[in-house]
């Protein structure tokens, strides 16, 4: 009898039962799983020589694109480092969907996919009861101030979809639909790439040329895949499956998806928005990459003003952790080759 019911769960048998029990699994271990590897993150990011940059571009992103203000450091460095445990998740989903969009559906592959629709939907329910938790007060005080009201509401928009739509999805006969698993791997596997891109780029010293490159690299990959994961594509694929679930007469579940996509669209736009922007200021004419010839001149070539006039262009868009000019000016007014 057990074995009966452990195959069913491997296969994701589309009944209700199985479904629901299968996302609890799924909190279980993908909760468990962000929260140990984000504790080991936290003490090898402290470690790094590039953390102060990175939690200061980390906090200005979250207070920039979605008002999200933690009133303690500590608060934002603990989800600082909880970001890419999230994404490892996506990116196990991601994977899973993989089979079905490139082999065709059949029962191994609907299956892994449903898998894959779970590990998003598991990780979501073990996030929003934990969350909850703390805005009730069950963690006191510091819960409801690691919880800021930004912070949930846009936890909210995200969570909306996956929560209500997976387990009716899984259970149903649109398990098998191809739109269904591109959606998933869309709004997962892309933001795994998307997300380790931004993360990435918070790293790198922009006071040198091969961090701006860099940086500039980052960018033009995460800005890519937002717009056509979370724009373009995501619009086709989200107005096909919604079609084929009205089609089918089940309305129910066409206006819960009407409800659950919209509140995605809403977060994609505010990603999107923020990947944009971060181009334009990346890719503009008014953020120039230093040149080989301004790193080596000489005395008679260079002077105070001219590495004030580069530190500037460094400075224009706040991205430096202290003043160019102090890293790159030599004493006697030329710019340093040191980086």
């Known amino acids: 009898m057990a074995s009966s019911f452990a195959w069913r769960m491997l296969a994701a048998e589309p009944s209700f039962e199985v479904q629901a029990t299968l996302m609890i699994a799924h909190g279980i271990i993908w909760g468990r799983f962000t929260k140990a590897l984000a504790k080991r993150l936290g003490p090898w990011l402290l470690r790094q020589t590039w953390q102060k940059r990175f939690r200061e571009r980390t906090a200005e992103m979250f207070k920039r694109s979605y008002d999200v203000e933690f009133p303690h450091a500590d608060d934002l460095f603990e989800f600082t480092c909880l970001l890419p445990a999230i994404l490892w998740v996506h990116f196990a989903g991601g994977l899973l969907c993989v089979p079905s969009l490139v082999w065709g559906s059949s029962a191994a592959t609907v299956a892994m996919a449903a898998q894959g629709n779970l590990c998003e939907a598991g990780w979501e329910l073990s996030e929003v009861a934990k969350r909850a938790a703390a805005i009730l007060g069950l963690e006191g005080r510091r819960g409801r101030e690691k919880n800021p009201f930004g912070l949930v509401f846009w936890m909210g928009l995200h969570h909306l979809v996956s929560l209500t739509m997976i387990v009716p999805m899984n259970a149903s006969k649109h398990r098998e639909n191809r739109d269904y698993h591109e959606l998933s791997f869309l709004l997962q596997f892309a933001a795994f790439v998307c997300g380790f891109a931004q993360l990435w780029g918070f790293t790198l010293d922009l006071s040198t040329a091969t961090g701006l490159a860099r940086m500039r690299g980052a960018v033009l990959v995460a800005s890519i895949v937002a717009w056509y994961s979370r724009a373009f594509r995501f619009a086709v694929v989200a107005t096909r499956l919604l079609a084929a679930v009205r089609d089918a007469g089940d309305e129910r579940m066409f206006y819960g998806g009407v409800v659950g996509l919209g509140a995605m669209a809403v977060f994609n736009a505010a990603l999107v928005k923020d990947m944009s922007k971060r181009f334009y200021k990346f890719w503009s004419g008014s953020f120039l990459l230093p040149t080989p010839r301004q790193w080596n001149v000489g005395p008679a070539r260079s002077s105070p003003a001219a590495t004030e006039?580069?530190?500037?262009?460094?400075?224009?868009?706040?991205?430096?952790?202290?003043?160019?000019?102090?890293r790159l000016g030599n004493d006697d007014g030329t710019l340093s080759k040191e980086d």
């Open 309 to 326: 006039l580069h530190a500037q262009r460094l400075t224009h868009h706040d991205l430096l952790d202290e003043p160019a000019a102090a």
